[in-house]
C-alpha cells in the first residue's frame, strides 16, 4: 500500500491511503508518495465501522488519519484496545479556501493503516518539544474541550498571567500549552473570550514552554529522518524561523498522534513519525 499525501485544495479520498497536509517540509509539490509500499490492512469510513472491522493481529504499527469529526481521544483508546500496536499519524488539514473536512482516504471520520510487513522494521516515534516543565495544576472542564479553570483560577486569567509572567503575547498559543501527564499536548485557544482545546483534556495536567530559540533546530532535528512518514503540527510550523527540510515525507497536520509508554493518544503541538526500514 502507497501512502499518498497532498495539500488541501488536492482531493485524496480515492487515492491510495493518505491525507491533505498545510504543505510538506522543504518541499513545495502538490503531493508527495512515501516510498516504501508497505503491507497491511486499510479502513475507513466512520468510528464505528473501523472498530467493527478491524481483522486478527499481531500488527507492527499503525497509521491513523483523521477527518476533523470530534472525537479522537475516545476512538484513539478504543483503537489501541483492538489492534494492540503503537500508531503514528494526525487529523487532515482542512482546505483553507473552503473550510472542507474530512480530507483523508474514505473522505469519513477516520482512515486506519494496520501495517504488517515482515520485510520492514517497522516503528513509531513521539517527541513533545515543549521541553520545560513549569508545574501540575488542577483542572475544571466545562465540557471535554472547555477550559474552566486551573487551580480554581478562572481559565483566561490563569493563563494571560501565566504568558505574562514569561512574556509571551496574548494571542501566542503554540510556546506555551497544557499537557497530560503522559506528556501529549492540547493546543489552547480563545475565539470567544472561552479557552478551548484541540483535545480532550485531563484532571490534572502540567503546563510545558517551549522558548522561542529552540524551535527550529527541534523540528529539523525530528524532521530530518529518510526512512519516515512525519506527522507535525501545523501551528507548530507557524512559530519556525524559517523552512526547515526532510529527506523523508514530512508532514503538518491538524493533531497528531502520538506514542508515549505503550500508550497511543490523539494530542497537538506534539510530533511522531512512522519509520519503515527495509531488513
Request: glycine fraction near 12%.
Amino acid at each position: 500500500m502507497n501512502m499518498k499525501f497532498t495539500v488541501p485544495c488536492t482531493c485524496v479520498r480515492e487515492a491510495a491511503f493518505g491525507c491533505a497536509s498545510l504543505g510538506f517540509a522543504g518541499n513545495d509539490a502538490g503531493a508527495m508518495t512515501f516510498a516504501p509500499d508497505l503491507q497491511g490492512v486499510v479502513l475507513s469510513g466512520s468510528y464505528e465501522e473501523i472498530l467493527s472491522s478491524i481483522p486478527e493481529g499481531p500488527f507492527q504499527a499503525g497509521i491513523v488519519l483523521f477527518g476533523n469529526a470530534g472525537g479522537e481521544n475516545t476512538f484513539m483508546r478504543a483503537l489501541q484496545e483492538k489492534a494492540r500496536c503503537p500508531f503514528a499519524g494526525g487529523g487532515a488539514a482542512t482546505d483553507s479556501s473552503t473550510g472542507e473536512k474530512a480530507l483523508i482516504t474514505g473522505g469519513g471520520e477516520a482512515a486506519v493503516f494496520l501495517i504488517r510487513d515482515d520485510r520492514y522494521d517497522i516503528s513509531v516515534v513521539s517527541e513533545n518539544i515543549h521541553n520545560d516543565i513549569l508545574g501540575e495544576h488542577e483542572i475544571t472542564m466545562d465540557g471535554p474541550r472547555v477550559l474552566a479553570a486551573v487551580d480554581g483560577v478562572p481559565a483566561a486569567k490563569w493563563l494571560s498571567e501565566k504568558k505574562a509572567e514569561l512574556g509571551i503575547a496574548e494571542g501566542d498559543f503554540e510556546h506555551l500549552t497544557l499537557a497530560d501527564l503522559n506528556g501529549v499536548n492540547a493546543h489552547l485557544s480563545c475565539p470567544d473570550g472561552i479557552i478551548r482545546s484541540g483535545r480532550d483534556l485531563c484532571p490534572k495536567m502540567t503546563l510545558r514552554y517551549l522558548a522561542p530559540d529552540k524551535v527550529q533546530e527541534r523540528m529539523q532535528a525530528f524532521y530530518g529522518d529518510e526512512h519516515a512518514v512525519i506527522f507535525g503540527c501545523a501551528g507548530l510550523k507557524g512559530i519556525l524561523n524559517g523552512p526547515i527540510t526532510s529527506p523523508g515525507v514530512g508532514l503538518f497536520l491538524f493533531g497528531e498522534v502520538c506514542t508515549f509508554n505503550g500508550v497511543s493518544e490523539f494530542g497537538n503541538l506534539m510530533c511522531s513519525k512512522l519509520r519503515a526500514v527495509k531488513k
